[in-house]
C-alpha cells in the first residue's frame, strides 16, 4: 500500500511538458520552418525563394512556435503560437496581395503563381492560430 501512495505522490510532483496544442504547434512551426527554404513565388522563368524577402521572419516565427511547444507553461505556449500564427498569415496575405497586384498590372495572370513555399507557410499559420484558440480554450 505504501508503494501505491509514494508513485502517486510522485506523479503529482511532475509538470507535464507537453499540452493541449504542442503537437499542432511543432508541426506548424515546422511547416513554417521548410516553407520558408522553399520557392515562394512561381514565375515563367524561375522561383523566387523565401528567404530572399519575408521568409526571413516566417523562419524566426517557425522557430518561435517550435519552442514555445516545448514550454510547460500555458499562457506562454498560447503567446508563442498565436503571435508567430498572426504574422505569418499578414505575411503569406501581403504576398498574396502583391502577386494578385503585379499580376493586373502588367496585365499576365497565370505567369506569377504562389509556389510551394507560401502554401506551406500559410497552413503552418493555420495551425498555429488552431493551436492558439485550442489552448485558450483549455484554460
Known sequence: MSSMTSAAAATTGRRR???????????????????????WVS????????VAGAGLWTICAGTI???GALLPYRR?????ALL???VAAVLVGWQ?????QLSSSTDSWGSLLPGI????????AFLLIRAALR???AQ
Not at 506562454?76 to 508563442?80: C, I, K, T, Y
Not at 513555399?117 to 503552418?124: A, T
Open 17 to 39: 511538458i507537453m499540452h493541449v496544442g504542442s503537437v499542432r504547434m511543432i508541426f506548424g512551426g515546422l511547416l513554417m520552418l521548410v516553407g520558408s527554404l522553399m520557392p
Open 43 to 50: 514565375t515563367p522563368v524561375g522561383h523566387l525563394s523565401g
Open 65 to 67: 512556435a517550435v519552442a
Open 76 to 80: 506562454v505556449a498560447f503567446a508563442h
Open 84 to 86: 508567430p500564427g498572426i
Open 96 to 100: 498574396l496581395l502583391r502577386i494578385v
Open 117 to 124: 513555399g507560401l502554401v506551406l507557410v500559410g497552413g503552418g
Open 135 to 137: 489552448i485558450r480554450a
